[in-house]
Protein backbone atom coordinates (compact mmCIF):
# COMPACT_ATOMS: atom_id res chain seq x y z
CA UNK A 1 0.00 0.00 0.00
CA UNK A 2 1.35 4.00 -0.88
CA UNK A 3 -0.14 6.37 2.14
CA UNK A 4 0.97 9.85 1.31
CA UNK A 5 1.22 11.34 4.61
CA UNK A 6 0.97 14.86 6.23
CA UNK A 7 3.27 15.54 9.55
CA UNK A 8 2.32 18.06 11.53
CA UNK A 9 4.79 18.06 13.94
CA UNK A 10 3.83 21.17 15.83
CA UNK A 11 5.44 22.69 18.87
CA UNK A 12 7.48 21.92 21.83
CA UNK A 13 7.86 17.82 21.58
CA UNK A 14 5.45 17.63 19.03
CA UNK A 15 8.67 17.25 16.44
CA UNK A 16 10.69 14.80 19.27
CA UNK A 17 7.60 12.24 19.18
CA UNK A 18 7.07 12.11 15.56
CA UNK A 19 10.22 11.28 14.60
CA UNK A 20 9.92 8.12 16.67
CA UNK A 21 5.82 7.21 15.19
CA UNK A 22 8.00 7.92 11.48
CA UNK A 23 10.71 5.48 12.51
CA UNK A 24 7.67 2.93 13.32
CA UNK A 25 6.22 3.41 10.23
CA UNK A 26 9.63 3.68 8.48
CA UNK A 27 9.86 0.08 9.69
CA UNK A 28 6.44 -1.28 8.96
CA UNK A 29 7.15 -0.34 5.21
CA UNK A 30 10.38 -1.96 4.84
CA UNK A 31 8.85 -5.04 6.30
CA UNK A 32 5.37 -5.60 4.76
CA UNK A 33 6.54 -3.72 1.54
CA UNK A 34 4.35 -0.64 2.25
CA UNK A 35 5.54 2.99 0.61
CA UNK A 36 4.79 5.68 3.24
CA UNK A 37 5.53 9.54 1.96
CA UNK A 38 5.88 11.73 4.75
CA UNK A 39 5.35 15.81 3.46
CA UNK A 40 6.22 18.01 6.92
CA UNK A 41 3.74 21.21 7.18
CA UNK A 42 3.74 24.38 9.65
CA UNK A 43 1.05 24.12 12.74
CA UNK A 44 0.65 26.20 15.80
CA UNK A 45 2.83 28.12 17.67
CA UNK A 46 5.69 27.83 15.24
CA UNK A 47 3.26 28.48 12.57
CA UNK A 48 2.21 31.70 13.80
CA UNK A 49 6.04 33.00 14.22
CA UNK A 50 7.16 31.80 10.59
CA UNK A 51 3.69 33.10 8.79
CA UNK A 52 1.31 35.11 10.91
CA UNK A 53 -1.28 31.92 10.97
CA UNK A 54 -1.20 29.56 12.92
CA UNK A 55 -2.94 27.50 10.01
CA UNK A 56 -1.28 28.54 6.63
CA UNK A 57 -3.75 28.25 3.70
CA UNK A 58 -0.17 25.38 2.27
CA UNK A 59 -0.92 23.33 5.81
CA UNK A 60 -4.36 22.90 5.07
CA UNK A 61 -4.19 22.29 1.43
CA UNK A 62 -1.71 19.34 2.11
CA UNK A 63 -4.02 17.53 4.86
CA UNK A 64 -6.94 18.25 2.23
CA UNK A 65 -5.14 16.39 -0.28
CA UNK A 66 -3.13 13.90 1.83
CA UNK A 67 -4.42 10.19 3.19
CA UNK A 68 -4.19 10.65 6.34
CA UNK A 69 -2.37 13.53 8.89
CA UNK A 70 0.12 12.67 11.30
CA UNK A 71 0.17 15.51 14.39
CA UNK A 72 2.46 16.40 17.04
CA UNK A 73 1.04 18.40 19.67
CA UNK A 74 1.02 22.60 19.61
CA UNK A 75 0.86 25.31 22.06
CA UNK A 76 3.81 27.78 23.46
CA UNK A 77 4.45 29.30 26.98
CA UNK A 78 4.62 33.06 25.22
CA UNK A 79 0.63 32.23 23.99
CA UNK A 80 -0.21 30.17 26.74
CA UNK A 81 -0.20 33.20 29.43
CA UNK A 82 -0.99 35.96 27.49
CA UNK A 83 -4.68 36.31 27.30
CA UNK A 84 -4.77 39.20 25.07
CA UNK A 85 -2.95 37.58 22.23
CA UNK A 86 -5.14 37.73 19.08
CA UNK A 87 -3.59 34.27 17.39
CA UNK A 88 -3.04 31.10 19.35
CA UNK A 89 -1.56 27.88 18.83
CA UNK A 90 -4.73 25.95 19.31
CA UNK A 91 -6.82 28.10 16.43
CA UNK A 92 -5.29 26.03 13.85
CA UNK A 93 -5.98 22.68 14.99
CA UNK A 94 -9.32 23.91 15.55
CA UNK A 95 -9.98 24.85 12.19
CA UNK A 96 -7.78 22.11 10.58
CA UNK A 97 -10.58 19.90 12.70
CA UNK A 98 -13.62 21.67 11.36
CA UNK A 99 -12.20 22.10 7.99
CA UNK A 100 -11.21 18.15 7.09
CA UNK A 101 -14.70 17.31 9.21
CA UNK A 102 -13.15 15.37 11.92
CA UNK A 103 -16.39 15.05 14.12
CA UNK A 104 -15.26 11.90 15.86
CA UNK A 105 -12.12 11.58 18.54
CA UNK A 106 -11.69 8.21 18.86
CA UNK A 107 -9.52 7.99 22.63
CA UNK A 108 -8.83 3.85 23.91
CA UNK A 109 -8.03 3.21 27.19
CA UNK A 110 -6.37 0.11 28.57
CA UNK A 111 -3.34 -0.10 31.34
CA UNK A 112 -0.46 -2.30 30.35
CA UNK A 113 -0.02 -5.17 32.83
CA UNK A 114 3.45 -4.19 33.33
CA UNK A 115 2.36 -0.68 34.16
CA UNK A 116 -0.35 -1.23 36.51
CA UNK A 117 2.03 0.37 39.99
CA UNK A 118 2.23 3.06 37.46
CA UNK A 119 -1.06 4.64 37.86
CA UNK A 120 -2.17 6.73 41.47
CA UNK A 121 -5.37 4.27 41.22
CA UNK A 122 -5.18 0.83 43.04
CA UNK A 123 -4.21 -2.15 41.14
CA UNK A 124 -6.99 -4.01 41.75
CA UNK A 125 -9.81 -0.54 40.47
CA UNK A 126 -7.64 -0.19 37.16
CA UNK A 127 -6.72 -3.77 36.60
CA UNK A 128 -8.82 -5.41 33.38
CA UNK A 129 -9.99 -1.70 32.44
CA UNK A 130 -10.82 -1.57 28.93
CA UNK A 131 -12.78 1.34 27.06
CA UNK A 132 -13.14 3.58 24.25
CA UNK A 133 -14.06 7.45 24.40
CA UNK A 134 -16.20 8.70 21.36
CA UNK A 135 -15.51 12.59 21.84
CA UNK A 136 -17.35 15.16 19.09
CA UNK A 137 -15.23 16.96 17.84
CA UNK A 138 -16.57 19.77 15.93
CA UNK A 139 -19.77 20.71 17.45
CA UNK A 140 -20.90 22.43 21.07
CA UNK A 141 -18.80 25.42 23.15
CA UNK A 142 -15.48 25.41 21.44
CA UNK A 143 -17.06 26.17 18.30
CA UNK A 144 -20.06 28.46 19.09
CA UNK A 145 -20.18 31.97 19.24
CA UNK A 146 -17.89 33.79 21.61
CA UNK A 147 -19.16 37.25 23.13
CA UNK A 148 -17.38 39.33 25.73
CA UNK A 149 -18.64 42.75 26.52
CA UNK A 150 -17.04 46.24 25.67
CA UNK A 151 -15.89 46.54 29.56
CA UNK A 152 -14.41 43.28 29.45
CA UNK A 153 -16.60 41.82 32.29
CA UNK A 154 -19.05 39.71 31.06
CA UNK A 155 -18.25 36.56 28.16
CA UNK A 156 -20.41 33.85 26.63
CA UNK A 157 -19.65 30.48 25.13
CA UNK A 158 -22.50 29.32 23.04
CA UNK A 159 -23.08 25.30 23.18
CA UNK A 160 -24.87 24.13 19.96
CA UNK A 161 -25.19 20.78 18.52
CA UNK A 162 -28.11 19.71 15.81
CA UNK A 163 -28.89 16.52 15.47
CA UNK A 164 -26.83 15.59 12.43
CA UNK A 165 -24.08 16.09 14.60
CA UNK A 166 -25.26 13.95 17.50
CA UNK A 167 -26.36 11.31 14.80
CA UNK A 168 -22.91 10.36 12.72
CA UNK A 169 -20.89 9.78 15.96
CA UNK A 170 -23.57 8.20 17.84
CA UNK A 171 -23.44 5.36 14.79
CA UNK A 172 -19.60 5.33 15.03
CA UNK A 173 -20.32 4.50 18.80
CA UNK A 174 -22.56 1.53 18.61
CA UNK A 175 -20.60 0.25 15.52
CA UNK A 176 -17.72 0.11 17.67
CA UNK A 177 -19.24 -1.14 20.61
CA UNK A 178 -21.09 -4.10 18.34
CA UNK A 179 -17.30 -5.39 17.99
CA UNK A 180 -16.49 -4.93 21.76
CA UNK A 181 -18.57 -5.74 24.67
CA UNK A 182 -21.76 -4.47 23.30
CA UNK A 183 -22.68 -1.53 25.58
CA UNK A 184 -23.05 2.77 25.48
CA UNK A 185 -22.57 5.06 28.21
CA UNK A 186 -23.81 8.34 27.29
CA UNK A 187 -22.45 10.94 29.28
CA UNK A 188 -24.27 14.40 29.72
CA UNK A 189 -25.64 16.99 32.14
CA UNK A 190 -29.54 16.49 31.23
CA UNK A 191 -30.69 17.40 33.77
CA UNK A 192 -29.24 21.34 33.38
CA UNK A 193 -28.36 21.68 29.88
CA UNK A 194 -31.02 21.50 26.99
CA UNK A 195 -27.83 20.52 24.79
CA UNK A 196 -27.79 17.43 26.71
CA UNK A 197 -31.47 16.38 26.40
CA UNK A 198 -31.06 16.76 22.90
CA UNK A 199 -28.19 14.59 22.61
CA UNK A 200 -30.24 11.75 24.96
CA UNK A 201 -33.09 12.37 22.80
CA UNK A 202 -31.54 11.19 19.79
CA UNK A 203 -28.85 8.44 21.17
CA UNK A 204 -31.94 6.95 22.02
CA UNK A 205 -33.20 6.63 18.38
CA UNK A 206 -29.92 5.88 17.00
CA UNK A 207 -30.09 2.87 19.61
CA UNK A 208 -32.90 1.45 18.14
CA UNK A 209 -30.62 0.80 15.04
CA UNK A 210 -28.70 -1.38 17.23
CA UNK A 211 -30.82 -3.41 19.64
CA UNK A 212 -27.91 -6.10 20.55
CA UNK A 213 -25.94 -3.11 22.51
CA UNK A 214 -27.15 -1.89 25.98
CA UNK A 215 -27.66 1.60 26.27
CA UNK A 216 -27.17 3.75 29.75
CA UNK A 217 -26.88 7.24 30.52
CA UNK A 218 -24.60 9.12 33.50
CA UNK A 219 -24.13 12.81 34.21
CA UNK A 220 -20.99 13.92 33.48
CA UNK A 221 -20.22 14.32 37.30
CA UNK A 222 -21.16 11.14 38.03
CA UNK A 223 -18.95 9.62 35.17
CA UNK A 224 -15.87 11.79 36.51
CA UNK A 225 -15.94 9.55 39.73
CA UNK A 226 -17.30 6.53 38.38
CA UNK A 227 -13.98 6.54 35.87
CA UNK A 228 -11.50 6.57 39.47
CA UNK A 229 -13.80 4.46 41.19
CA UNK A 230 -14.80 1.56 38.93
CA UNK A 231 -13.57 2.25 35.39
CA UNK A 232 -13.67 -1.47 34.38
CA UNK A 233 -17.91 -0.94 34.04
CA UNK A 234 -17.17 1.09 30.70
CA UNK A 235 -17.18 -0.26 27.25
CA UNK A 236 -17.90 2.31 24.98
CA UNK A 237 -18.24 6.14 26.40
CA UNK A 238 -20.18 8.29 24.10
CA UNK A 239 -20.08 12.52 25.11
CA UNK A 240 -20.28 16.01 23.50
CA UNK A 241 -17.06 17.69 22.88
CA UNK A 242 -16.08 19.55 26.24
CA UNK A 243 -16.93 16.53 28.32
CA UNK A 244 -14.96 14.28 26.26
CA UNK A 245 -11.98 16.61 26.51
CA UNK A 246 -12.09 16.42 30.57
CA UNK A 247 -12.97 12.62 31.04
CA UNK A 248 -10.40 11.77 28.69
CA UNK A 249 -7.84 13.57 29.74
CA UNK A 250 -8.61 12.33 33.60
CA UNK A 251 -9.05 8.58 32.38
CA UNK A 252 -5.51 8.75 31.40
CA UNK A 253 -4.41 8.55 35.32
CA UNK A 254 -5.12 4.81 34.55
CA UNK A 255 -2.85 3.79 32.17
CA UNK A 256 0.06 6.03 34.35
CA UNK A 257 0.35 8.80 32.37
CA UNK A 258 -1.01 10.85 29.54
CA UNK A 259 2.51 10.31 27.28
CA UNK A 260 0.67 6.75 26.74
CA UNK A 261 -2.85 7.88 25.15
CA UNK A 262 -3.26 7.71 21.18
CA UNK A 263 -6.35 9.08 19.53
CA UNK A 264 -8.03 8.71 15.87
CA UNK A 265 -10.11 12.27 14.58
CA UNK A 266 -12.10 10.79 11.61
CA UNK A 267 -14.19 12.20 9.27
CA UNK A 268 -16.16 11.15 6.31
CA UNK A 269 -13.02 11.47 4.14
CA UNK A 270 -10.56 12.68 6.36
CA UNK A 271 -8.68 11.19 9.32
CA UNK A 272 -5.94 12.65 11.66
CA UNK A 273 -3.49 11.17 14.43
CA UNK A 274 -2.41 11.95 17.35
CA UNK A 275 -1.38 11.76 20.89
CA UNK A 276 -3.59 13.36 23.48
CA UNK A 277 -0.45 15.13 25.46
CA UNK A 278 0.23 18.82 24.89
CA UNK A 279 3.36 20.52 23.49
CA UNK A 280 4.63 20.10 26.79
CA UNK A 281 7.42 22.91 26.23
CA UNK A 282 9.72 22.10 29.71
CA UNK A 283 10.91 19.18 27.90
CA UNK A 284 11.44 20.47 24.74
CA UNK A 285 14.54 18.76 23.48
CA UNK A 286 15.85 17.07 26.37
CA UNK A 287 15.12 13.70 25.16
CA UNK A 288 12.58 12.68 28.02
CA UNK A 289 9.10 13.00 26.63
CA UNK A 290 7.35 10.14 26.34
CA UNK A 291 7.08 9.17 22.50
CA UNK A 292 4.82 6.05 22.65
CA UNK A 293 1.30 8.02 22.96
CA UNK A 294 2.13 8.74 19.03
CA UNK A 295 3.62 5.82 17.92
CA UNK A 296 0.63 4.23 19.00
CA UNK A 297 -1.54 7.20 17.12
CA UNK A 298 0.49 5.56 14.28
CA UNK A 299 -0.35 1.91 14.75
CA UNK A 300 -4.02 3.68 14.75
CA UNK A 301 -3.42 5.01 11.48
CA UNK A 302 -2.71 1.65 10.03
CA UNK A 303 -5.47 -0.33 11.58
CA UNK A 304 -7.76 3.10 9.63
CA UNK A 305 -6.59 1.42 6.14
CA UNK A 306 -6.89 -1.91 7.57
CA UNK A 307 -3.58 -2.40 8.19
CA UNK A 308 -4.44 -4.71 11.32
CA UNK A 309 -1.36 -7.05 11.45
CA UNK A 310 0.70 -4.24 10.94
CA UNK A 311 -0.83 -2.30 13.61
CA UNK A 312 -0.31 -5.36 15.68
CA UNK A 313 3.93 -5.03 15.42
CA UNK A 314 3.66 -1.64 16.64
CA UNK A 315 1.25 -2.40 19.64
CA UNK A 316 3.61 -5.48 20.14
CA UNK A 317 6.28 -3.56 20.24
CA UNK A 318 5.33 -1.38 22.79
CA UNK A 319 3.95 -3.62 25.25
CA UNK A 320 7.51 -5.67 25.12
CA UNK A 321 9.52 -2.41 25.21
CA UNK A 322 7.44 -2.03 28.31
CA UNK A 323 7.94 -5.18 29.63
CA UNK A 324 11.78 -4.90 29.55
CA UNK A 325 11.41 -1.57 31.57
CA UNK A 326 12.14 0.61 28.09
CA UNK A 327 10.62 3.52 29.53
CA UNK A 328 10.79 7.31 29.64
CA UNK A 329 11.42 8.90 33.42
CA UNK A 330 7.37 9.21 33.37
CA UNK A 331 6.95 5.95 34.09
CA UNK A 332 9.90 4.62 36.03
CA UNK A 333 11.60 7.82 37.47
CA UNK A 334 15.28 5.89 37.33
CA UNK A 335 15.14 4.71 33.81
CA UNK A 336 18.20 5.35 31.84
CA UNK A 337 16.14 5.72 28.52
CA UNK A 338 14.43 8.62 26.58
CA UNK A 339 12.43 9.66 23.50
CA UNK A 340 14.87 8.27 21.42
CA UNK A 341 15.93 5.34 22.92
CA UNK A 342 12.41 4.35 23.27
CA UNK A 343 11.94 4.85 19.29
CA UNK A 344 14.75 2.71 18.13
CA UNK A 345 13.78 -0.02 20.21
CA UNK A 346 9.94 -0.16 18.88
CA UNK A 347 11.66 0.31 15.03
CA UNK A 348 14.41 -2.32 16.02
CA UNK A 349 11.70 -4.94 17.32
CA UNK A 350 9.64 -4.30 13.88
CA UNK A 351 12.69 -4.80 12.01
CA UNK A 352 13.73 -8.13 13.81
CA UNK A 353 17.09 -6.68 14.71
CA UNK A 354 18.80 -8.53 17.61
CA UNK A 355 20.29 -5.55 19.39
CA UNK A 356 17.05 -5.07 21.28
CA UNK A 357 18.97 -6.77 24.31
CA UNK A 358 21.40 -3.82 24.00
CA UNK A 359 18.65 -1.91 25.66
CA UNK A 360 18.04 -3.76 29.14
CA UNK A 361 19.76 -7.14 28.87
CA UNK A 362 19.68 -6.69 32.65
CA UNK A 363 16.27 -7.62 32.70
CA UNK A 364 16.36 -10.20 29.42
CA UNK A 365 16.03 -13.48 30.80
CA UNK A 366 16.65 -16.91 28.49
CA UNK A 367 12.78 -17.33 27.54
CA UNK A 368 12.44 -13.62 26.89
CA UNK A 369 15.27 -13.66 24.44
CA UNK A 370 13.60 -16.14 22.06
CA UNK A 371 11.13 -13.05 21.02
CA UNK A 372 13.96 -10.90 19.55
Sequence with gaps: MNLKIAVLSGDGIGPEVILQAKKALYAIGVIYDHEFVFEDALIGAVAIDKTGSALPEQ????????????????????????????????????RLRKELGLFANIRPIKPYAALLDASPLKKEII????????????????FGEKKLNESG???????EYSE??????????????????????????????????????????????????????????????????????????????????????????????????????????????????????????????????????????LEHFGLHEEAKKIYDGVEIAIGYGVVTTDLNPDSKYGTNEIGEFISNFILSKDDLMYFNSSNVTIGQSTIV
Design 59 to 94: TLNLCLNTDAVLFGAIGDPKYDNNPDAKVRPEQGLL
Design 127 to 142: EGADFTIFRELTGGSY
Design 153 to 159: TVASDLC
Design 164 to 301: EEITRIAHLAFQSAQNRRKKVTMVDKANVLETSRLWRRVVKTVSESYPEVALDFLFVDNAAMQIILNPRQFDVILTENLFGDILSDEASVITGSIGLLASASLGTTNALFEPIHGSYPQAKGKNIANPVACILSAAML
